[in-house]
């Protein structure tokens, strides 16, 4: 660009930053702007919109339109150019705006004699603030260089709204972010309810002066900061522990060579001639890359969101100075607030949280079956908190409903701690039932089998007064590691599992990976509907090293002790006796070599699939034991993929169609002699857990703290008594969650 042209940018910045940090009301301060902007640009107007809520931009300042427009004209996002230009994060650049697609005329503005318009997004990494205008009775078409200006002061618009320049006195209309309650509507990934402390993890980086007075010094800095960010990804890559063909290798060399790119730089390079800081550079090029990937339909691209966002914050703590340790102190009660976080990374927080809160993960994810392993409320889809929030905020996780309350006032937080007492007070009334048996009125015995998945979960057993494991979910060791565990690894950690818990059944289920639990070594697959795709025994069947492997690390860690094998995910017999063939030359070969065996091996199969209920007889007798798995045999079942809120909760669990279901898996269970258990979220829900045993599944597994609810109320009910009565509304046609809940109500009034 002419040197001419970036002094006129420069000037333009130092001119904003003066007013951005001058004293008074925020609106003086925008009005200010905008004729700054419209001086420099040689335009008769420049307008400022910025977001009211999600879907609502007001004009909150102009030169050159009506004074009376300002914050009474408003557009939903999408609607005409300005509306355009908040929903696709892109520039519209038009001589004859009034012939464009989309055009909304706004007579109250008196834009009606300006023809040419500029829009750019006002945004700051992936979170858009609003829409910069500036327009002219000319038919005019903005050069490039007017383009890239206008984003730059776009740029330093959205850093001084970080940083509040736009909040001014008590009586403004402006939004005051970081001071107000905030309330998010997302989804339950964990249920609970704990209170207390905003914690951010990997906090964004606040860029505190994002114009440059010196560019060479800027650039200087931006080279310097570069060259460490290099050399770090090298260090990365090369104690990666990994063999140069792995999976996890192509993924680190990918990542490599977009820190070693030339053209980011070179981008940078340009953002600071026209006067941004280096740190500012940074970030400008992080929110356009983002928004273009955003829009990519290339799921790989997509993805690549990922390392740039890492990357750039890689490169601003190191320009900036804030590190990854930003010296603030973890508050007592933390709960932890993230955009997304990684098991290992969840696990090194360990049970110091109170719980969990992200913008984006899902059910299943790693984080969810952490913090189900943790113990601890997950919230997920809280869109926009990591940008609203600071550490040390007051926050309330309900986990149940997905809910949270950010900086909540008194009378909330009031009736949240009162929800928070009642359930501690039925934990407290629950851990008495700890010793006594689930027998119901009728004298019908019910084995309640808690899930894990890490040694942290195995206390537990004896606090819950669970009967034993009825899921140990294997992958997590898989998860967490940038490489494949060794065997004598997962001998030493499934042997010190059976020792906790001390003479109980353990039921180990093969490694479920695949679906959303991608392991970090291995290449992720892009399937369109990963869920049914390949996963679980699948891949151990494709990948027998790794399950040969796994086999024989429990063979090994039994050492003499009973042994309970459990494959997920079988979708038809033949996978199955495939999988329990690969079990019995593992004992073969361990025997031969003179390793002791287990005492006793029993080995069942996970019934996920509806196909599986239709199996032969034979498959059942074929099994010790058959684990129904609800969570995935009920989105099977419906249709309704479970990471999908509009859908996950719209059926039932009770509704006639999969009770169906479930007395022809009893009935096939009952024919071959095998033990059956419900294991899944449904199990720990106590209405549908006595439903199960009234239908006659004796064995159920769940969380920890679903045991005592459940066995509360097995312990006050006639499992006899209640089965005549589903039997009864399932032949009226009438909805049995409805006639359990009645009955269950008159009980209790009763007793």
Same mark, same amino acid.
């Given at each position: 660009?002419?040197?001419?042209?970036?002094?006129?940018?420069?000037?333009?910045?130092?001119?904003?930053?003066?007013?951005?940090?001058?004293? !008074?009301?925020?609106?003086?301060?925008?009005?200010?702007?905008?004729?700054?902007?419209? *001086?420099?640009? !040689?335009?008769?107007?420049?307008?400022?919109?910025?977001?009211?809520?999600?879907?609502?931009?007001?004009?909150?300042?102009?030169?050159?339109?009506?004074?009376?427009?300002?914050?009474?004209?408003?557009?939903? +996002?999408?609607?005409?150019?300005?509306?355009?230009?908040?929903?696709?994060?892109?520039?519209?650049?038009?001589?004859?705006?009034?012939? $464009?697609?989309?055009?909304?005329?706004?007579?109250?503005?008196?834009?009606?004699?300006?023809?040419?318009?500029?829009?750019?997004?006002?945004?700051?990494?992936?979170?858009?603030?609003?829409?910069?205008?500036?327009?002219?009775?000319?038919?005019?078409?903005?050069?490039?260089?007017?383009?890239?200006?206008?984003?730059?002061?776009?740029?330093?618009?959205?850093?001084?709204?970080?940083?509040?320049?736009?909040?001014?006195?008590?009586?403004?209309?402006?939004? +005051?972010?970081?001071?107000?309650?905030?309330?998010?509507?997302?989804?339950?990934?964990?249920?609970?309810?704990? $209170?207390?402390?905003?914690?951010?993890?990997?906090?964004?980086?606040?860029?505190?002066?994002?114009?440059?007075?010196?560019?060479?010094?800027?650039?200087?800095?931006?080279? $310097?900061?570069?060259?460490?960010?290099?050399?770090?990804?090298?260090?990365?890559?090369?104690?990666?522990?990994?063999?140069?063909?792995?999976?996890?290798a192509q993924v680190l060399e990918a990542y490599r060579l977009f820190?070693?790119?030339?053209?980011?730089?070179?981008?940078?390079?340009?953002?600071? *001639?026209?006067?941004?800081?280096?740190?500012?550079?940074?970030?400008?090029?992080?929110?356009?890359?983002?928004?273009?990937?955003?829009?990519?339909?290339?799921?790989?691209?997509?993805?690549?969101?990922?390392?740039?966002? *890492?990357?750039?914050?890689?490169?601003?703590?190191?320009?900036?100075?804030?590190?990854?340790?930003?010296?603030?102190?973890?508050?007592?009660?933390?709960?932890?607030?993230?955009?997304?976080?990684?098991?290992?990374?969840?696990?090194?927080?360990?049970?110091?949280?109170?719980?969990?809160?992200?913008?984006?993960?899902?059910?299943?994810?790693?984080?969810?079956?952490?913090?189900?392993?943790?113990?601890?409320?997950?919230?997920?889809?809280a869109s926009r908190i990591t940008t609203e929030a600071l550490n040390?905020?007051?926050?309330?996780? *309900?986990?149940?409903? !997905?809910?949270?309350?950010?900086?909540?006032?008194?009378?909330?937080?009031?009736?949240?701690?009162?929800?928070?007492?009642?359930? &501690?007070?039925?934990?407290?009334?629950?851990?008495?039932?700890?010793?006594?048996?689930?027998?119901?009125?009728?004298?019908?015995?019910?084995?309640?089998?808690?899930?894990?998945?890490?040694?942290?979960?195995?206390?537990?057993?004896?606090?819950?007064?669970?009967?034993?494991?009825?899921?140990?979910?294997?992958?997590?060791?898989?998860?967490?590691?940038?490489?494949?565990?060794?065997?004598?690894?997962?001998?030493?950690? @499934?042997?010190?599992?059976?020792?906790?818990?001390?003479g109980r059944p353990v039921v180990f289920r093969t490694v479920d990976?695949?679906?959303?639990?991608?392991?970090? @070594?291995?290449?992720?697959?892009? $399937?369109?509907?990963?869920?049914?795709?390949?996963?679980?025994?699948?891949? !151990?069947?494709?990948?027998?090293?790794?399950?040969?492997?796994?086999?024989?690390?429990?063979?090994?860690?039994? &050492?003499?002790?009973?042994?309970?094998?459990?494959?997920?995910?079988?979708?038809?017999?033949?996978?199955?006796?495939?999988?329990?063939?690969?079990?019995?030359?593992? +004992?073969?070969?361990?025997?031969?070599?003179?390793?002791?065996?287990?005492?006793?091996?029993?080995?069942?199969?996970?019934?996920?699939?509806?196909?599986?209920?239709?199996?032969?007889?034979?498959?059942?007798?074929?099994?010790?034991?058959?684990?129904?798995?609800?969570?995935?045999?009920?989105?099977?079942?419906?249709?309704?993929?479970?990471?999908?809120?509009?859908?996950?909760?719209?059926?039932?669990?009770?509704?006639?169609?999969?009770?169906? +279901?479930?007395?022809?898996?009893?009935?096939?269970?009952?024919?071959?002699?095998?033990?059956?258990?419900?294991?899944?979220?449904?199990?720990?829900?106590?209405?549908?857990?006595?439903?199960?045993?009234?239908?006659?599944?004796?064995?159920?597994?769940?969380?920890?703290?679903?045991?005592?609810?459940?066995?509360?109320?097995?312990?006050?009910?006639?499992?006899?008594?209640?089965?005549?009565?589903?039997?009864?509304?399932?032949?009226?046609?009438?909805?049995?969650?409805?006639?359990?809940?009645?009955?269950?109500?008159?009980?209790?009034?009763?007793?």
């Amino acid at each position: 660009m002419p040197h001419r042209k970036d002094s006129d940018s420069r000037r333009l910045l130092r001119r904003l930053r003066d007013t951005l940090g001058s004293a !008074g009301a925020s609106q003086d301060r925008l009005d200010s702007i905008t004729h700054h902007i419209a *001086d420099s640009m !040689g335009t008769e107007v420049c307008s400022i919109y910025l977001f009211r809520d999600s879907e609502t931009l007001e004009l909150c300042a102009t030169e050159g339109l009506k004074a009376e427009a300002v914050h009474q004209t408003r557009l939903r +996002l999408g609607e005409g150019l300005v509306g355009r230009v908040a929903r696709t994060g892109r520039h519209i650049n038009s001589a004859n705006a009034p012939s $464009e697609q989309g055009f909304r005329f706004m007579p109250e503005t008196g834009e009606e004699v300006y023809s040419s318009f500029l829009g750019v997004p006002i945004q700051r990494v992936g979170e858009k603030l609003g829409v910069l205008v500036v327009q002219s009775r000319e038919a005019r078409q903005f050069t490039d260089d007017d383009v890239y200006g206008l984003e730059v002061v776009a740029m330093v618009l959205a850093e001084m709204a970080e940083l509040g320049a736009f909040l001014g006195n008590a009586d403004d209309s402006l939004p +005051l972010a970081h001071r107000f309650p905030s309330f998010y509507r997302g989804a339950s990934g964990q249920e609970g309810a704990a $209170e207390g402390r905003v914690w951010l993890h990997e906090p964004r980086v606040v860029v505190a002066n994002p114009v440059g007075d010196d560019p060479e010094t800027e650039r200087r800095r931006l080279y $310097e900061g570069v060259a460490t960010l290099r050399t770090r990804v090298d260090k990365m890559l090369a104690d990666a522990d990994m063999v140069a063909e792995s999976d996890q290798a192509q993924v680190l060399e990918a990542y490599r060579l977009f820190a070693h790119s030339r053209s980011w730089l070179r981008r940078m390079e340009e953002d600071i *001639d026209l006067g941004l800081s280096a740190e500012a550079a940074v970030e400008k090029e992080q929110s356009q890359t983002r928004s273009r990937l955003e829009m990519a339909a290339d799921p790989y691209l997509r993805d690549r969101l990922h390392d740039l966002d *890492d990357l750039s914050n890689r490169l601003l703590r190191i320009l900036s100075g804030q590190g990854s340790d930003t010296g603030a102190e973890m508050p007592d009660n933390p709960i932890l607030v993230a955009r997304n976080i990684g098991p290992a990374e969840l696990l090194d927080y360990g049970r110091k949280l109170k719980g969990v809160v992200l913008e984006e993960g899902s059910v299943g994810s790693h984080a969810a079956i952490v913090a189900r392993a943790l113990a601890i409320p997950l919230v997920i889809h809280a869109s926009r908190i990591t940008t609203e929030a600071l550490n040390g905020d007051p926050i309330l996780v *309900d986990g149940d409903a !997905g809910i949270v309350h950010l900086r909540p006032e008194d009378s909330v937080a009031a009736a949240f701690r009162d929800k928070i007492a009642m359930q &501690a007070e039925a934990q407290s009334r629950y851990a008495g039932l700890r010793d006594q048996p689930a027998e119901a009125l009728c004298g019908t015995r019910i084995e309640l089998f808690m899930n894990a998945g890490l040694m942290a979960d195995l206390p537990s057993l004896e606090n819950s007064g669970a009967e034993g494991v009825g899921l140990f979910r294997t992958e997590l060791q898989f998860l967490t590691r940038t490489r494949v565990p060794r065997r004598s690894e997962l001998a030493a950690l @499934y042997s010190r599992v059976m020792e906790a818990a001390h003479g109980r059944p353990v039921v180990f289920r093969t490694v479920d990976i695949g679906s959303d639990k991608v392991l970090p @070594y291995m290449k992720p697959q892009d $399937e369109p509907n990963p869920a049914m795709g390949w996963r679980a025994i699948r891949v !151990g069947l494709d990948k027998r090293g790794v399950l040969r492997m796994q086999l024989q690390s429990l063979i090994r860690a039994a &050492a003499g002790r009973p042994l309970h094998i459990m494959f997920p995910f079988i979708a038809e017999p033949s996978e199955y006796a495939d999988a329990q063939r690969m079990l019995m030359e593992e +004992l073969a070969r361990e025997q031969k070599f003179g390793r002791p065996l287990p005492m006793d091996i029993r080995v069942g199969s996970m019934l996920e699939t509806p196909a599986l209920a239709f199996a032969p007889v034979s498959f059942f007798r074929s099994c010790d034991f058959v684990s129904i798995g609800g969570n995935d045999l009920k989105q099977f079942f419906f249709a309704a993929d479970r990471e999908n809120e509009r859908v996950r909760r719209r059926y039932d669990t009770l509704s006639e169609p999969f009770l169906a +279901l479930l007395d022809q898996i009893i009935a096939r269970c009952a024919e071959a002699g095998v033990t059956l258990s419900f294991c899944g979220e449904d199990a720990g829900r106590p209405v549908e857990a006595l439903t199960f045993a009234a239908l006659g599944i004796r064995r159920l597994s769940m969380r920890p703290a679903s045991i005592g609810p459940v066995k509360h109320l097995i312990r006050k009910t006639s499992l006899t008594e209640l089965r005549g009565l589903i039997d009864a509304a399932r032949a009226d046609g009438r909805p049995v969650r409805r006639a359990v809940t009645e009955y269950l109500a008159q009980a209790g009034s009763s007793r």
